[in-house]
């Protein structure tokens, strides 16, 4: 059988794809190297209570996010969060709130000026030397070393060190991009994906799962793939939706050879490191658990190292942990902690490890004692081969080969546009995020339909 599009990849792009070239009457075949859809929407599940580790939050929920749109389509709930107070940490304990806020305005400022100067810093620069100038307004709040450990919480979102992301390009979507409001998807992104595609299987889609691509090939038709234990598979079009950092080590299956300019691209974006850090317990034993809807604890310690332990890797780390305890979604309260762990401590913990020193960590950041956890679960994206990282992070700091303008790169279609490619890192305006995935995979939905109505 050949099919009008062939999708490489189950998660929001190639979800979001096929569901809409469903619509359109296409025949439609997406090959899924998984045993499960959805990617790198990974959702834990404990009785009622559907916490996502994998991408998570509808941002920007009442700011236009077309995951919003998708969702009350398929009739899926999803939730804002209740206001609830945040905890800063210090080495010492509890910071005021009045520290805290004004930490969080003067990162702000920070931020905001390092996007503004004239004449813009070198493509070299880092976000670090433009945050931590003399100048900075984080030193207006509070000491140095506060204020520089409190920066370091924009490493979660990042996805990189501050030393690592050009300041000439930070914020660089920021116009653009959906932020504001956020929202949690009822059951959790997993779950809403799967609805995707279940309701393109309904209009005649196909999915394979376990089924890796080792093949994409151009013919004098269209192309042809080789999935799964040798299968092949033809179609007029195909569209890779595989994460960057797959791609980046799988390059090799393409016949003929990608475009160097192309590839070279690929090579040089940079994928971003986020790693959770779940730890269920009988019981919330810690501090504020109903009222506080999560922590920041600045470090304690010297940055970790090769060499350091687990409780050293935490104790030297910014860490900001969601507190799952105040109920702020519902089902309601449960006596869990997820903590997001930045590139530093995602690459230095070790999964036998983590669990134990979490817990002796917080039992000495609150200062009381807790039972152990009933359970652990901490994600490995970065070394799981069919992620090999979080998402695309900001442009980093080159010589003034690296800028927003790689993103826009990866979305061009090649071969005559019968191969196109889609996933967040290739929104230039959206990377990173959910957004960007589902912007990408209507993006590509609609360019190949108008190539099939050409008639290939």
């Not at 206001?83 to 305005?105: C, Q, R």
């Not at 036998?352 to 200062?367: E, M, N, P, S």
């Not at 990282?389 to 979305?411: C, H, N, Q």
């Not at 196109?420 to 230039?428: C, K, N």
């Amino acid at each position: 059988m050949t099919f009008d599009t062939i999708i490489i990849g189950a998660g929001w792009a190639g979800a979001v794809a096929a569901r809409e070239l469903s619509r359109s009457g296409r025949k439609v075949l997406v090959l899924e190297a998984r045993d499960r859809v959805g990617g790198r929407a990974r959702t834990w599940v404990h009785g009622a209570h559907a916490i996502d580790v994998g991408c998570s939050w509808i941002h920007g929920y009442k700011e236009g996010n077309p995951a919003r749109g998708i969702a009350e389509e398929l009739g899926v709930a999803a939730h804002l969060p209740k206001p609830a107070e945040p905890g800063l940490y210090g080495p010492a304990g509890p910071l005021p709130k009045d520290t805290a806020v004004a930490l969080s305005g003067a990162l702000a400022a920070a931020v905001a000026g390092a996007r503004t100067p004239h004449p813009p810093p070198p493509p070299g620069a880092s976000l670090a030397s433009a945050l931590f100038a003399d100048t900075s307004p984080l030193y207006a709040t509070t000491d140095k070393a506060t204020a520089e450990a409190f920066a370091r919480t924009l490493e979660v979102p990042l996805g990189l060190k501050l030393e690592n992301a050009s300041a000439r390009w930070a914020g660089w979507e920021a116009a653009t991009n959906f932020s504001g409001s956020d929202a949690a998807p009822e059951g959790g992104y997993e779950a809403l994906v799967s609805r995707v595609l279940d309701d393109a299987k309904a209009n005649g889609v196909q999915v394979r799962l376990n089924a890796k691509v080792t093949g994409i090939r151009e013919g004098d038709a269209g192309v042809s793939v080789t999935a799964g234990s040798g299968e092949e598979y033809t179609a007029k079009t195909a569209i890779v939706t595989i994460p960057l950092g797959v791609l980046k080590h799988s390059l090799d299956i393409f016949r003929p050879a990608l475009p160097e300019r192309y590839a070279s691209v690929v090579r040089g974006v940079h994928v971003g490191v986020l790693e959770k850090l779940l730890l269920r317990y009988t019981e919330a034993w810690w501090p504020n658990a109903a009222t506080t809807g999560g922590y920041t604890f600045l470090p304690t310690a010297a940055p970790p190292t090769e060499g350091s332990s687990a409780l050293e890797v935490l104790e030297g780390s910014t860490l900001i942990v969601a507190n799952f305890a105040a109920g702020t979604l519902p089902p309601g309260p449960a006596p869990i902690l997820l903590a997001y762990l930045s590139e530093t401590p995602a690459t230095l913990l070790k999964q036998a490890d983590a669990g134990a020193a979490f817990h002796t960590f917080l039992q000495k950041r609150f200062g009381v004692a807790g039972p152990p956890p009933e359970e652990v679960h901490l994600t490995s994206w970065l070394t799981d081969e069919y992620a090999r990282g979080a998402t695309t992070t900001p442009s980093v700091i080159s010589e003034g080969e690296r800028s927003p303008m790689d993103f826009k790169e990866l979305s061009r279609p090649l071969w005559n546009g019968r191969l196109g490619f889609a996933g967040e890192h290739t929104e230039m305006e959206n990377r990173g995020s959910v957004a960007g995935a589902v912007i990408s995979g209507l993006r590509e939905a609609a360019r190949v339909e108008r190539l099939l109505k050409k008639g290939l």
